[in-house]
């Protein structure tokens, strides 16, 4: 095999003369746009997920499955995990309210308050065109693996903090999203896979306003 | 005499000038030159006693993204870390896992000097069953809630000591932010090494191999991506401030300096011809700065940033007495003796006048003027000396043979004479109308006149200010006692007309740092409990393991403890435990100081309206001051019209009296005090008119150019007296005096217009064009005036 990597690196090199730099973007564009092309015309979705925390506090990662619904038109979310569900975020309008059923509490928190982006990126949908992508990432890379393309992406802005990158993964097939990871500074990950992807699924108005009943407000 | 090449003295003083120049230190630090008892100058010199690092550097990075500032801030720190000899530490904002291995001494001093009654709250949490439920509830938390930052921080705090809740009240809420909000703009702080930080000369050589290393680093990182190219990197901080002032203050000085010396040369050139009196001329000069700036070291030790202009002033005022007396040595063809015996007393009692009214600044509030004044009336002291006794014998001999050359002549073309009596009320009542139409004259209400202009470091400050959420009009504020438990009654005191000046809505935000000065009461309140909480370490850490936390994930629980320990055993020693560990001295040092046997605490406030004193005086007394650039501004302007009304009004009484003494006559009194009445509406009509303005600084150049006024009316008056009213020969005579001196005098000023301090420059302005006007109007018009009012009466001369 050694005798065989100077001729590798001679065609590495020759590849990269044909891969200049402008080339390559517009290559990783093309991927992203057509990505975003399978969000156009959607009002609603609703995504069964499976979420693995790995994390470097933890002595072992933590999985759990969840589901997600996101209604575009009215810029709403519900997000839930556990079956019965354990922990709920809703954002009707323009709070937050989380809810933690074991213990009967809750908390409204404004926007922009301890939340990171690694959330954020669900709870404020997906990006839906070029421009807005472009706005909130930049492509570090787009790499093939098994069936799908690794769209990696550093975000921007502010939500960038603590955010080393991001990486959308596309189906290759028709470039629909099959999961989302996002890399932490601080060296812990959160992985989360669509186990399944229902688009515009009806999303009625009483599943962002669910009953605080017997609930307490609290700062959780 | 002639026997020495003039060229060679010329060389040697020109040498021992620029020794002299070389020598001269000045002081940096602006503070210095203002009214000590103004609470905003307290602030600012109380501000840079206790929690200013001379040593400090400020490096700021602008970007289009975040990631672009991130890279580039980090390989900045990269990049200075590997430079021990230039930089002893570098401090960024810490990464959370930084935050756990380095917050938890922070955090476990800020529990142990907090209320008791809080400590116990937490304490509450640790003993056992309830450490168990809380590390339970916590991985619960970690493991199904929405995961964001709460959820980061719980898995390396399960117990919960960064919650401090109540216990940092204010501070919590304006976090000391390294980064912007959206990440665009970061700094790091750079920790000098290997230099006397406190000597800006020092300083600036520092600086200089900083940014050499600075843009090799630079010039690689650029060339590494394209991307790189629009991130703006800014120096900011005590030791760039420093050099960057002292640098331009010895810049001013030698170019007003060179500046002078050439455009003084050039005029003597045009009005003699000769080139050999004028080496000696420049040669006494040059000698008079030498002996002016020993003494003045002497005297004063480093200057401050306004004497940087007393050079330039002093040349252009001393060449006058040499040109006295080369010209006196045309006429009389005398000896020395004979030369000072003629022209000796108007020189000295020219000089003693001159002086006088340089002295007079000694009664304005500005320490930094009275020092500018002094040393120009000593200057001018020295040079008449100078010129009396070393260049009269030289004007002598190059004039013993010389036929006195007719030279310029000073006509008035008959357009003064028509003129000067319509100028006569023109002036006055355009003035008048343009003072009632367009504006009244005053003075700026900004702290811009102290300021060094297109300062690079002062741009980097001020991007900073506006970047970092919370800084932007936030006034540090010093509260100070003798004793701990005086500066806590202190700050209690401070506190509490904080609260009065926000419900009278003249502040809008304010931060006290109460829970990070060390409170030795409450420390000994919680030394027991503390104690018995550390003996349960091992437990509580075996509990964190238990629920499934890593090594990571208990280190920050494990640091707390560890810091416990130690202000256990620091309370053995001494009265108040201090926090331990980088960040916690860093955060500390940062609001709390212990020099001088002086105990400070730094807060800030919001006012309202910055520039209303108002709040000023409802926050401050002798112990809480305010570092307010804003309201030091206002409050000069208030000072300086009170030192105008003090010092300008009784001057300008005196020398009234004086004038009718001097004159014994009610028309020559009227023409004197007109001219200076209508040399005033000109100053005034141009500060209108044009770009000129008055500020706290160059108003201090009034009584200046209310003496320069009156010298060459005196001069103008009494040649006029002398001759009998002929205009043309007194033109031709003094007249050709008074243009050499006007105009050397307005280039010693004039050559100020270049520094670096927008107020000495805008002095020099100022006074440049004021005894331009005031020489143009007693050799041109005064005249044509002082005949009208002697019209059909016999001249005081020929009575």
């Given at each position: 095999m050694a005798h065989l990597l100077p001729l590798r690196l001679v065609s590495l090199a020759l590849l990269s003369l044909f891969l200049s730099p402008s080339a390559f973007a517009a290559d990783n564009l093309d991927i992203v746009k057509r990505w975003l092309a399978t969000n156009s015309g959607i009002k609603s979705l609703q995504i069964d997920f499976t979420q693995t925390r790995t994390m470097r506090s933890l002595k072992v990662p933590i999985r759990q499955t969840g589901t997600l619904w996101l209604d575009h038109a009215n810029s709403r979310f519900r997000w839930q995990v556990g079956d019965p569900p354990q922990t709920i975020v809703v954002k009707p309008h323009r709070d937050l309210i989380i809810i933690r059923t074991p213990m009967k509490k809750y908390e409204k928190r404004s926007p922009g308050t301890g939340d990171t982006p690694a959330m954020a990126a669900l709870a404020k949908g997906f990006p839906r065109t070029l421009e807005e992508f472009q706005r909130k990432y930049r492509v570090l890379q787009v790499e093939p693996r098994d069936n799908t393309h690794r769209i990696v992406a550093a975000p921007l802005g502010a939500d960038a903090r603590g955010v080393q990158t991001f990486t959308y993964v596309v189906e290759s097939r028709n470039f629909r999203l099959v999961g989302i990871e996002i890399d932490l500074k601080d060296g812990s990950s959160v992985e989360t896979v669509f186990n399944k992807v229902v688009p515009n699924a009806p999303v009625p108005l009483s599943l962002f306003q669910p009953s605080l009943e017997g609930y307490r407000e609290t700062t959780f | 005499m002639t026997r020495i090449h003039p060229i060679i003295i010329m060389a040697i003083v020109c040498s021992l000038a620029a020794f002299s120049l070389m020598r001269v230190k000045f002081s940096a630090s602006l503070y210095e030159m203002l009214p000590e008892d103004l609470p905003e100058v307290q602030g600012m010199d109380r501000l840079n006693r206790y929690f200013s690092r001379d040593g400090q550097l400020i490096v700021t990075v602008k970007a289009e993204e975040s990631f672009l500032a991130e890279e580039a801030i980090e390989s900045l720190a990269d990049h200075f870390r590997n430079e021990p000899e230039l930089v002893a530490e570098?401090?960024?904002?810490?990464?959370?896992?930084?935050?756990?291995?380095?917050?938890?001494?922070?955090?476990?001093?800020?529990?142990?000097?907090?209320?008791?009654?809080?400590?116990?709250?937490?304490?509450?949490?640790?003993?056992?069953?309830?450490?168990?439920?809380?590390?339970?509830?916590?991985?619960?938390?970690?493991?199904?809630?929405?995961?964001?930052?709460?959820?980061?921080?719980?898995?390396?705090?399960?117990?919960?000591?960064?919650?401090?809740?109540?216990?940092?009240?204010?501070?919590?809420?304006?976090?000391?932010?390294?980064?912007?909000?959206?990440?665009?703009?970061?700094?790091?702080?750079?920790?000098?090494?290997?230099?006397?930080?406190?000597?800006?000369?020092?300083?600036?050589?520092?600086?200089?191999?900083?940014?050499?290393s600075f843009r090799a680093w630079e010039e690689e990182w650029k060339k590494s991506s394209s991307d790189h190219k629009n991130v703006i990197i800014g120096l900011t901080g005590t030791p760039a401030f420093m050099a960057e002032v002292g640098a331009e203050m010895e810049r001013d000085m030698t170019v007003s300096v060179i500046m002078t010396m050439v455009l003084i040369s050039l005029l003597f050139w045009v009005m003699?011809?000769?080139?050999?009196?004028?080496?000696?001329?420049?040669?006494?000069?040059?000698?008079?700065?030498?002996?002016?700036?020993?003494?003045?070291?002497?005297?004063?030790?480093?200057?401050?940033?306004?004497?940087?202009?007393?050079?330039?002033?002093?040349?252009?005022?001393?060449?006058?007495?040499?040109?006295?007396?080369?010209?006196?040595?045309?006429?009389?063809?005398?000896?020395?003796?004979?030369?000072?015996?003629?022209?000796?007393?108007?020189?000295?009692?020219?000089?003693?006048?001159?002086?006088?009214?340089f002295l007079s600044l000694n009664f304005s509030s500005l320490p930094g003027l009275s020092e500018m004044g002094n040393l120009v009336a000593i200057g001018i002291a020295v040079g008449a000396l100078v010129m009396l006794y070393l260049f009269a014998p030289v004007a002598v001999e190059f004039n013993k043979d010389v036929i006195k050359p007719r030279g310029l002549q000073l006509?008035?073309?008959?357009?003064?004479?028509?003129?000067?009596?319509?100028?006569?009320?023109?002036?006055?009542?355009?003035t008048i109308g343009s003072m009632l139409l367009k504006e009244m004259p005053g003075l700026e209400a900004n702290f811009h006149p102290f300021r060094i202009r297109e300062s690079p470091s002062m741009i980097a400050w001020q991007t900073l200010q506006h970047e970092l959420a919370g800084r932007e009009n936030s006034i540090p504020t010093v509260i100070t006692g003798k004793t701990l438990p005086e500066l806590n009654a202190n700050i209690e005191a401070a506190s509490a007309r904080i609260k009065a000046a926000y419900d009278e809505e003249l502040l809008t935000d304010s931060v006290l740092p109460t829970s990070f000065i060390p409170a030795p009461e409450n420390q000994a309140a919680n030394h027991i409990a503390i104690k018995a909480i550390v003996n349960e370490e091992a437990r509580i850490l075996s509990e964190i393991s238990a629920a499934g936390f890593s090594e990571d994930g208990a280190k920050l629980t494990e640091t707390v403890f560890a810091s416990w320990r130690h202000h256990l055993e620091q309370l053995n020693s001494n009265t108040f435990a201090k926090p331990e560990g980088k960040l916690a001295e860093w955060s500390v040092n940062r609001l709390f100081s212990?020099?001088?046997?002086?105990?400070?605490?730094?807060?800030?406030?919001?006012?309202?309206?910055?520039?209303?004193?108002?709040?000023?005086?409802?926050?401050?007394?002798?112990?809480?001051?305010?570092?307010?650039?804003?309201?030091?501004?206002?409050?000069?302007?208030?000072?300086?019209?009170?030192?105008?009304?003090?010092?300008?009004?009784?001057?300008?009484?005196?020398?009234?009296?004086?004038?009718?003494?001097?004159?014994?006559?009610?028309?020559?009194?009227?023409?004197?005090?007109?001219?200076?009445?209508?040399?005033?509406?000109?100053?005034?009509?141009?500060?209108?008119?044009?770009?000129?303005?008055?500020?706290?600084?160059?108003?201090?150049?009034?009584?200046?150019?209310?003496?320069?006024?009156?010298?060459?009316?005196?001069?103008?008056?009494?040649?006029?007296?002398?001759?009998?009213?002929?205009?043309?020969?007194?033109?031709?005579?003094?007249?050709?005096?008074?243009?050499?001196?006007?105009?050397?005098?307005?280039?010693?000023?004039?050559?100020?217009?270049?520094?670096?301090?927008?107020?000495?420059?805008?002095?020099?302005?100022?006074?440049?064009v004021g005894v331009l006007v005031n020489m143009i109007v007693a050799v041109w018009l005064l005249p044509r005036w002082w005949v009208w009012l002697h019209a059909g009466k016999a001249h005081p001369a020929t009575t």
């Amino acid at each position: 095999m050694a005798h065989l990597l100077p001729l590798r690196l001679v065609s590495l090199a020759l590849l990269s003369l044909f891969l200049s730099p402008s080339a390559f973007a517009a290559d990783n564009l093309d991927i992203v746009k057509r990505w975003l092309a399978t969000n156009s015309g959607i009002k609603s979705l609703q995504i069964d997920f499976t979420q693995t925390r790995t994390m470097r506090s933890l002595k072992v990662p933590i999985r759990q499955t969840g589901t997600l619904w996101l209604d575009h038109a009215n810029s709403r979310f519900r997000w839930q995990v556990g079956d019965p569900p354990q922990t709920i975020v809703v954002k009707p309008h323009r709070d937050l309210i989380i809810i933690r059923t074991p213990m009967k509490k809750y908390e409204k928190r404004s926007p922009g308050t301890g939340d990171t982006p690694a959330m954020a990126a669900l709870a404020k949908g997906f990006p839906r065109t070029l421009e807005e992508f472009q706005r909130k990432y930049r492509v570090l890379q787009v790499e093939p693996r098994d069936n799908t393309h690794r769209i990696v992406a550093a975000p921007l802005g502010a939500d960038a903090r603590g955010v080393q990158t991001f990486t959308y993964v596309v189906e290759s097939r028709n470039f629909r999203l099959v999961g989302i990871e996002i890399d932490l500074k601080d060296g812990s990950s959160v992985e989360t896979v669509f186990n399944k992807v229902v688009p515009n699924a009806p999303v009625p108005l009483s599943l962002f306003q669910p009953s605080l009943e017997g609930y307490r407000e609290t700062t959780f | 005499m002639t026997r020495i090449h003039p060229i060679i003295i010329m060389a040697i003083v020109c040498s021992l000038a620029a020794f002299s120049l070389m020598r001269v230190k000045f002081s940096a630090s602006l503070y210095e030159m203002l009214p000590e008892d103004l609470p905003e100058v307290q602030g600012m010199d109380r501000l840079n006693r206790y929690f200013s690092r001379d040593g400090q550097l400020i490096v700021t990075v602008k970007a289009e993204e975040s990631f672009l500032a991130e890279e580039a801030i980090e390989s900045l720190a990269d990049h200075f870390r590997n430079e021990p000899e230039l930089v002893a530490e570098v401090f960024q904002e810490l990464s959370i896992s930084e935050l756990v291995t380095e917050g938890g001494g922070l955090l476990s001093w800020l529990w142990f000097n907090g209320p008791p009654d809080d400590l116990e709250k937490l304490l509450s949490k640790l003993r056992a069953p309830q450490s168990g439920e809380k590390i339970g509830e916590a991985m619960a938390s970690i493991q199904s809630a929405f995961f964001d930052q709460d959820v980061i921080v719980t898995s390396y705090d399960p117990l919960g000591f960064s919650d401090l809740g109540t216990l940092l009240g204010d501070e919590a809420s304006n976090p000391d932010s390294m980064i912007s909000a959206d990440g665009t703009f970061q700094i790091i702080y750079l920790e000098g090494a290997g230099v006397d930080f406190s000597d800006y000369r020092e300083a600036a050589v520092w600086l200089k191999k900083l940014k050499t290393s600075f843009r090799a680093w630079e010039e690689e990182w650029k060339k590494s991506s394209s991307d790189h190219k629009n991130v703006i990197i800014g120096l900011t901080g005590t030791p760039a401030f420093m050099a960057e002032v002292g640098a331009e203050m010895e810049r001013d000085m030698t170019v007003s300096v060179i500046m002078t010396m050439v455009l003084i040369s050039l005029l003597f050139w045009v009005m003699h011809r000769r080139t050999r009196p004028l080496s000696w001329l420049i040669s006494a000069v040059l000698l008079t700065l030498v002996i002016t700036l020993t003494f003045g070291g002497f005297l004063f030790g480093d200057l401050s940033i306004m004497s940087a202009g007393f050079a330039a002033i002093l040349m252009g005022l001393a060449v006058d007495y040499g040109i006295v007396l080369y010209r006196e040595a045309m006429d009389t063809k005398g000896d020395a003796k004979a030369l000072r015996r003629s022209v000796g007393p108007g020189i000295i009692w020219a000089a003693a006048t001159t002086a006088v009214v340089f002295l007079s600044l000694n009664f304005s509030s500005l320490p930094g003027l009275s020092e500018m004044g002094n040393l120009v009336a000593i200057g001018i002291a020295v040079g008449a000396l100078v010129m009396l006794y070393l260049f009269a014998p030289v004007a002598v001999e190059f004039n013993k043979d010389v036929i006195k050359p007719r030279g310029l002549q000073l006509e008035g073309m008959g357009v003064t004479r028509r003129l000067a009596g319509a100028l006569a009320i023109i002036i006055p009542l355009f003035t008048i109308g343009s003072m009632l139409l367009k504006e009244m004259p005053g003075l700026e209400a900004n702290f811009h006149p102290f300021r060094i202009r297109e300062s690079p470091s002062m741009i980097a400050w001020q991007t900073l200010q506006h970047e970092l959420a919370g800084r932007e009009n936030s006034i540090p504020t010093v509260i100070t006692g003798k004793t701990l438990p005086e500066l806590n009654a202190n700050i209690e005191a401070a506190s509490a007309r904080i609260k009065a000046a926000y419900d009278e809505e003249l502040l809008t935000d304010s931060v006290l740092p109460t829970s990070f000065i060390p409170a030795p009461e409450n420390q000994a309140a919680n030394h027991i409990a503390i104690k018995a909480i550390v003996n349960e370490e091992a437990r509580i850490l075996s509990e964190i393991s238990a629920a499934g936390f890593s090594e990571d994930g208990a280190k920050l629980t494990e640091t707390v403890f560890a810091s416990w320990r130690h202000h256990l055993e620091q309370l053995n020693s001494n009265t108040f435990a201090k926090p331990e560990g980088k960040l916690a001295e860093w955060s500390v040092n940062r609001l709390f100081s212990e020099k001088e046997g002086v105990f400070a605490a730094l807060g800030t406030v919001k006012p309202a309206r910055p520039e209303d004193r108002t709040w000023v005086k409802a926050i401050c007394d002798d112990n809480t001051v305010v570092a307010s650039l804003s309201s030091l501004g206002t409050a000069l302007n208030e000072r300086i019209k009170g030192d105008l009304v003090r010092v300008f009004l009784p001057m300008m009484a005196m020398l009234s009296i004086m004038l009718a003494i001097v004159f014994r006559s009610w028309r020559d009194l009227v023409a004197g005090l007109f001219c200076l009445l209508f040399s005033g509406c000109l100053i005034v009509l141009l500060t209108i008119w044009t770009p000129m303005s008055w500020n706290s600084f160059n108003v201090c150049g009034l009584p200046l150019l209310f003496g320069t006024g009156l010298d060459f009316s005196i001069h103008m008056i009494f040649a006029l007296r002398r001759n009998g009213g002929n205009v043309t020969e007194a033109r031709h005579g003094i007249g050709k005096a008074l243009v050499f001196c006007g105009t050397s005098s307005a280039i010693g000023f004039g050559s100020l217009a270049t520094a670096s301090a927008h107020g000495l420059a805008s002095l020099g302005i100022v006074c440049a064009v004021g005894v331009l006007v005031n020489m143009i109007v007693a050799v041109w018009l005064l005249p044509r005036w002082w005949v009208w009012l002697h019209a059909g009466k016999a001249h005081p001369a020929t009575t």
